[in-house]
């Protein structure tokens, strides 16, 4: 109907996307509830394209009326902004027909009642591990299910529904060198494949309390371990150094890489778009184009770009079914058997790295300088817990220093990499 | 004139009546409740953006809601929709009420609630504050002046973005607040090149108010020339140095130091539960002599300005730290409540679909008495920073981050070399007692910054004078 709309007031061409999602979110704190938050978001969005000129609009408002008014909106921007030759919809033939279910779609029947019993859980176990675990930020048990829907003038018609649980809890601890914080969380389609509250609880506790007594280390020279959570941030700087976007612009450090080495000659990295269950999958991307697994990285050489059609078209090649970024981007461990733990004792001696703030990443030159906290590890064994420092380099240089990735792969995220080693960075601090 | 507004937008066309907000808030803050609201809110924003000199995509949004907030104890129920009808309200109402066993009170009048007597904007559409093709007219300046700026220039993005923001906040009491609220923003970022070498450089501005705001001394060309004038000293740039050092802050921008290292940690709701590195320090030194620190949310057309706060409280200036010792916090209606206080206006939501928090409007410290050249020229070696991205903070260690995108080395008192960006880091409760020089040059930032916390974000100010920190941890490659 919407799509009418914009042809009605003119368009050559439109497309539209219509998401509703319904969610709950109960927070506990100390035993009480803090929060109890019902979720309730509808948007659609039209894009409408008068020849190669191009207008978009969205709402929260489904009356006829607002719909309406929106795709007029849409028309009228269309009519102001000037042609981009490879502005358009997506070539029909690389559209998805028809494409294979997921598995994305598990409703937790979790009312709120029992959402509040189970976050109860996961505190009263975090505050069990240790009487200096004595505060709380909560915990939290949240279940959201959406349903989106995108189609286009061309007749392109598809749509899925998909669901996303969370556990989490934040904890306080507090020792001779103040308080620490810290949290642990679960987060999957399916309610089932949830961790046990109780073991969040746990890990939170653990967490918070490993951190007690953080010092600052002396300014050097040393391995970097990431953990997995951090490893993640990583990839995603590599991601968005080869989305489409950063190589068009210009904007990369990874400018025209493809073909290049850039990571070491063992390392591969890969986008499974289709994984069933997975949180990143989709069975097409943002207009509608399918998702194919293939790779990012073989043998340490770039091989392609994250792309949607414009950005394709903009560097004259086809789109990779990326409109929306990458899915399931996923790094093979190697050598393969090797664990945190195994990591650590390859590294000797270095800084193992549990945490990082602030943004002090420059796409365009690759230098990077982020805030850190972790541990600092003697001999493959965690010494003391260290704060206050930075890790500084250039990602081009981390990248091909990565000595190895491992086996302890976090799928809680739409990257999936276990633990990454670097060679060296400069760490900072007194 | 602004009730009216809001009224008309907001109220008449689900045709509801005052009668039938009286009913609302009797079925859903009955006796068992300590309070809460309902907050209306209708956004209109567009944003135009210019890429390789041509204005080729530009978008319109509305959204519409209304979010209904029950609090009993410490406990909050919310549910929100985004059809305003009495129906949907009396359904959320009854959702948000369930973590309460509350009875219900037949009805509850609705009064006008306190409001400011001089409004910090006017009410104005900035949407509509200039035709479509002056838009564009704008952007392409923008983009000319980049270009026509020094011929390494390769790349232009352009950006032009306006909100317009009506509000109405209906207290479980009756009270009825109304504010109409607009921002606008424009930002640029160009790409350099020479020998092979790319930076990048950027700018921008903006504050509540309609795009006039710049035309008005051509603004706009100036965040262009500013962009640039970033972009080539970073070609010029050399490897950070690494390690604790003396630091010279520039003014403005770079007081994201206070909003990062003090300000949020002073945020009620975290020193209600104990968990910020500043809990239960008021009435101590937490700063070096002279550095007073205010949340200002009073002033004229700025960013982080509101005249009443999403709360329905009149915003004010609050003195957070007063030559050198912590006097307050910030605080929203729950949180002044449950620690025995009163609201400060610091009560902030990203929408209608959001739950209210203590956060930041303007924050800044107030001018000392050295010349800036004064200060540079005490240091025999150190960084000076001018320009930053954005930051962070762990409320509960303390330690905080920010990152410079501009700064050189002083070497003997004398700016000399750009050095590449690096993150700064320290500890909030220790980095301004080591402060020991404050500049008379106070300066606000142009109007860019946006807060982000428990993945809400809201527009904010920072400013400061230049300022001299005696040891921080500069995050660059150099071994110092």
């Known amino acids: ?430 | 004139m602004i009730d009216s507004l809001a009224r008309e937008t907001l109220l008449e066309p689900g045709g509801i009546t005052d009668d039938g907000l009286a009913s609302v808030l009797g079925a859903t803050f009955g006796r068992g409740t300590d309070g809460g609201d309902c907050y209306f809110q209708f956004i209109s924003q567009e944003g135009w953006s210019l890429e390789d000199g041509l204005v080729k995509s530009a978008s319109f949004n509305i959204e519409r809601g209304v979010g209904i907030r029950v609090i009993s104890g410490e406990q909050t129920g919310f549910a929100y929709s985004d059809e305003i009808s009495l129906p949907a309200m009396l359904e959320a109402g009854r959702t948000a009420r369930s973590i309460a066993s509350a009875g219900q009170t037949g009805s509850i009048p609705v009064r006008p609630g306190a409001a400011r007597d001089t409004a910090l904007y006017l009410p104005d559409d900035p949407l509509g504050s200039l035709d479509e093709a002056r838009k564009i007219e704008l952007l392409k300046h923008m983009d000319a002046v980049a270009r026509a700026a020094d011929p390494r220039v390769t790349q232009v993005i352009c950006s032009l973005a306006g909100v317009r923001e009506v509000v109405l906040v209906l207290t479980a009491d009756g009270e009825m607040v109304t504010d109409v609220r607009p921002l606008v923003r424009m930002n640029v970022q160009v790409l350099v090149e020479q020998g092979g070498r790319r930076e990048s450089g950027s700018s921008g501005g903006g504050g509540r108010s309609g795009y006039a705001f710049f035309t008005d001394d051509d603004r706009a060309g100036a965040y262009a020339r500013e962009a640039v004038r970033q972009a080539l000293v970073n070609l010029e740039a050399v490897d950070a140095p690494a390690g604790t050092m003396k630091v010279v802050l520039g003014p403005g921008w770079p007081g994201v130091l206070l909003h990062e290292a003090i300000g949020h940690g002073l945020e009620g709701d975290f020193n209600r539960k104990g968990t910020s590195a500043f809990a239960g320090r008021i009435g101590e030194r937490v700063a070096a002599p002279g550095i007073s620190i205010v949340d200002d949310g009073t002033m004229p057309g700025r960013r982080g300005s509101l005249n009443v706060d999403d709360e329905g409280t009149v915003t004010q200036q609050t003195t957070l730290i007063e030559d050198g010792y912590l006097r307050g916090y910030m605080q929203d209606r729950l949180n002044a409540r449950l620690s025995g206080t009163r609201s400060t206006g610091n009560g902030r939501r990203e929408s209608y679909a959001h739950l209210p928090m203590p956060r930041m409007t303007n924050t800044y410290m107030l001018p000392g008495a050295a010349g800036p050249g004064e200060i540079l020229a005490s240091v025999d070696r150190g960084l000076y920073a001018v320009n930053f991205g954005g930051g962070q903070v762990d409320i509960t260690s303390g330690k905080f981050v920010f990152s410079a995108s501009e700064a050189y080395l002083i070497e003997n008192g004398r700016v000399t070399r750009p050095v590449k960006g690096a993150t700064l880091i320290g500890n909030g409760p220790d980095v301004l007692t080591r402060v020991s020089m404050i500049g008379n040059d106070l300066e606000l930032d142009t109007g860019v910054g946006t807060c982000g916390k428990e993945g809400q974000g809201v527009p904010v100010g920072v400013g400061q004078p230049t300022l001299r920190i005696d040891g921080m941890t500069v995050g660059g490659t150099q071994a110092a």
């Not at chain 1, 929260?60 to 902004?81: H, V």
């Not at chain 1, 189609?151 to 392109?156: L, S």
């Not at chain 1, 493809?258 to 097409?284: D, K, N, Q, T």
């Not at chain 1, 990591?343 to 945490?355: H, I, P, Y």
């Open chain 1, 1 to 430: 109907m919407i799509l009418d709309h914009a042809r009605s007031c003119g368009a050559s061409a439109a497309q539209a996307a219509v998401s509703h999602n319904v969610g709950l979110a109960v927070t506990v704190r100390r035993g009480e509830v803090e929060t109890l938050e019902y979720e309730r978001d509808q948007q659609m969005g039209l894009v409408a394209y008068f020849g190669q000129s191009k207008g978009a609009a969205s709402t929260t408002d489904f009356s006829p009326e607002a719909l309406r008014q929106t795709a007029e909106a849409a028309c009228r921007i269309a009519r102001y902004t000037e042609p981009d030759p490879y502005a358009g919809l997506p070539d029909p033939d690389e559209q998805a027909r028809d494409w294979p279910d997921l598995q994305l779609d598990h409703p937790w029947d979790c009312p709120a009642g029992r959402g509040i019993d189970l976050a109860r859980e996961v505190e009263t176990a975090g505050f069990a591990v240790d009487p200096r675990v004595d505060n709380s930020e909560g915990a939290s048990v949240s279940t959201r299910r959406a349903m989106s829907v995108l189609g286009d003038t061309h007749g392109f018609m598809g749509g899925y529904r998909s669901t996303r649980h969370s556990i989490s809890c934040a904890l306080v601890a507090r020792g001779d060198g103040g308080m620490q914080r810290d949290y642990a969380y679960g987060t999957s389609r399916d309610p089932s494949r949830l961790p046990a509250g109780e073991a969040i609880g746990r890990e939170a506790a653990e967490r918070a309390l490993r951190r007690l007594g953080a010092r600052k280390l002396g300014t050097r020279q040393c391995p970097v371990l990431f953990v997995p959570e951090m490893a993640r941030s990583l990839i995603g700087n590599f991601t968005r150094a080869i989305s489409g976007g950063a190589q068009y612009r210009k904007s990369s450090f990874l400018l025209d890489a493809a073909g290049r080495e850039v990571f070491p000659r063992w390392m591969r990295i890969f986008e499974e778009p289709l994984l069933p269950g997975a949180l990143g999958s989709a069975p097409f991307d943002g207009e509608g184009v399918r998702t194919r697994p293939r790779d990012l990285v073989t043998a340490g050489v770039l091989q392609d770009y994250i792309l949607d059609s414009y950005a394709a078209r903009r560097l004259g090649l086809r789109t990779t079914g990326n409109a929306g970024g990458a899915r399931n981007v996923s790094v093979q461990p190697h050598p393969g058997e090797k664990g945190l733990q195994a990591l650590l004792s390859d590294m000797g001696t270095g800084l193992l790295v549990t945490e990082m703030i602030g943004q002090g990443v420059n796409l365009v030159t690759g230098d990077y300088s982020r805030g850190a906290a972790g541990f600092w590890v003697e001999n493959g064994e965690i010494a003391y817990p260290v704060e206050e420092i930075t890790i500084a380099g250039n990602l081009r240089d981390v990248f091909r220093g990565i000595a190895a990735v491992g086996n302890d792969v976090d799928i809680r995220g739409n990257i999936r990499t276990g633990s990454i080693l670097v060679e060296a960075m400069t760490v900072a601090g007194d």
